[in-house]
């Protein structure tokens, strides 16, 4: 067995360090998905929710492509002005799991599902979030959900609760993590990767992932064809959560006790992760600037920061607000 161990570790080590072993990665990545994509097929159907087919979706029924604001849960958000949400209203917007809390209703909603065994803390958090999209205005709002399938087995406390007014708008998805390369080959690995997903129609219930929805949802804007992707509360940086401002601890104290967050630990996107269902190859703000650098190449579409104040400002560009 340890003989079995040590030329695993040898073959891992062998596609992770070499470049020219990059078909093997690509035949790997190509196999996990696969196996995503049946997955989604197998829960969807016992669940009752339909697979997102990625190149034949569209996240707003009236607006254009153009520009794509995901929304974040970083304490920049509360730096954004009634003029600012006036002008991503004008646009498409995708709001992250706690998103639901705020008064913004998007015309996407990114919501992930738990892994079994869930914790008490966890369900709450999952009634709350559904009790939040059960108000009036959001269903007569009519947004989407983009739901990330949960690891198996899955039962429906696993997901936060859908309006059943809003069901035929929630698409399960799939997620495989990106090759995991030595830090030299990260750059031109993601690279790879974003040019090969763009350019492929396989795996359509699939999105290359790393851990983080943010990296999910850039990665599906660009393959709908959006020119601008600009990130809010993508701060990824020690700052609260923006539930944690005064004015919301005064309108919704409950978030904080819900949704806490440790004061001055680095973003949990920020750090790899090897566990199994948390694996995180990378440094999630090193994949975005490697996607900005292969964008600026090759590319049309833009990555921009919406705040000074996030640590993606070292790299990205700020989005330039119309006043």
Excluded at 178 to 189: I, M, Q, Y
Excluded at 244 to 270: C, I, N, Q, Y
Aim: hydrophobic share 40%; glycine share 4%; charged share 25%.
């Amino acid at each position: 067995m340890k003989q079995v161990n040590q030329l695993k570790n040898f073959i891992r080590r062998q596609i992770s360090t070499r470049a020219s072993l990059r078909v093997v990665r690509d035949a790997t990545w190509s196999m996990r998905a696969k196996r995503d994509h049946a997955a989604v097929l197998a829960i969807g159907k016992k669940l009752n929710l339909q697979p997102l087919l990625i190149k034949n979706f569209s996240m707003s029924d009236t607006k254009s492509h153009n520009t794509l604001f995901i929304l974040g849960s970083g304490s920049s958000i509360n730096e954004l002005t009634d003029s600012n949400f006036e002008e991503i209203r004008d646009h498409i917007s995708v709001g992250i799991n706690v998103w639901v809390a705020h008064d913004f209703i998007p015309d996407v909603y990114s919501l992930e599902s738990r892994s079994l065994p869930i914790t008490p803390l966890e369900y709450e958090q999952n009634l709350y979030r559904g009790e939040k999209l059960n108000r009036d205005l959001v269903v007569t709002s009519r947004p989407k959900f983009l739901i990330l399938r949960p690891s198996a087995p899955s039962i429906a406390e696993q997901f936060v609760p859908i309006p059943e007014a809003l069901r035929d708008r929630a698409f399960l998805y799939g997620r495989v993590n990106l090759p995991e390369v030595d830090k030299n080959l990260a750059a031109s690995e993601v690279e790879r990767c974003l040019n090969r997903f763009l350019r492929k129609d396989s795996n359509r219930y699939v999105l290359p992932d790393n851990g983080a929805s943010v990296i999910r949802l850039i990665f599906l804007g660009l393959k709908l064809g959006f020119e601008k992707i600009v990130l809010l509360g993508i701060d990824l940086n020690q700052n609260p959560y923006f539930w944690f401002h005064p004015d919301w601890l005064r309108k919704r104290p409950e978030l904080a006790v819900l949704f806490p967050r440790t004061s001055g630990v680095p973003h949990e996107t920020t750090q790899t992760q090897a566990k199994p269902r948390e694996r995180r190859p990378y440094n999630t703000s090193e994949v975005i600037r490697h996607l900005d650098e292969a964008l600026k190449r090759s590319h049309n579409s833009r990555l921009f920061t919406g705040s000074s104040s996030s640590a993606l400002a070292s790299f990205l560009p700020l989005y330039s607000w119309r006043s």
